[in-house]
């Protein structure tokens, strides 16, 4: 069955510094990954996704995830964050038949620091 | 263009009431499904619409919870003698078809509390 681990809950970071947010997959077939934002009161926000094309996404806002088959890994990165960064994100995989429903991470709050 | 719209935004109601919640889908999308995310939780599946049939309606907690969907259109969320558990942003979302790795659109959810 598939799955998604967000191996942390909380990052803070500060202005300017590079934000890892990681997340490790369990998927029995080749998987479709995809990163989620959400802002306070807002609705989920799709940054970038993977679907067996090239191995490094290039999402918006500058960030960037690279699918790592031999570590089940889908680490979201950006060089240099902002303090509109400040967030919630979600790993998501999808079933890969029948409803194609997506599995969530439960989470990773980043804080940017001034 | 219109993305995914839901209403009410926000609905308080009282334990042991119903409440209908609404999803207008992206037009032309043939996915609908409803999630939910419960404060300190993460999201989880409730069901998924193909056209106005429910193949999968794993993630329903109770027969309490039901949905319809007109179509290709309109969804809504019932849930019937309503608990405190039930408290939660209720997000729907859309995709264009049944694909592997098809992006789903979200909406801006409704916030449920029950008293």
Known sequence: AQSVTQLDSHVSVSEGTPVLLRCNYSSSYSPSLFWYVQHPNKGLQLLLK???AATLVKGINGFEAEFKKSETSFHLTKPS?????????FCVVTLTSGTYKYIFGTGTRLKVLA | GAGVSQ????KVTEKG??????CDPISGHTALY???QRLGQGLEFLIYF???????????PSDRFSAE???ESVSTLTIQRTQQEDSAVYLCASSLMKLVGD???FGPGTRLTVL
């Open chain 2, 69 to 71: 969907r007109t179509g």
């Open chain 2, 7 to 10: 209403s009410p935004s926000n």
């Open chain 2, 50 to 60: 193909q056209g106005n049939s429910a193949p999968d309606k794993s993630g329903l």
């Open chain 1, 81 to 89: 964050a902002h303090m509109s960064d400040a967030a919630e994100y």
């Open chain 2, 17 to 22: 009431k119903d409440v209908e919640l609404r």
């Open chain 2, 103 to 105: 992006t789903q659109y």
């Open chain 1, 50 to 52: 993977y679907t067996s």
């Open chain 2, 34 to 36: 409803w999630y939910r």
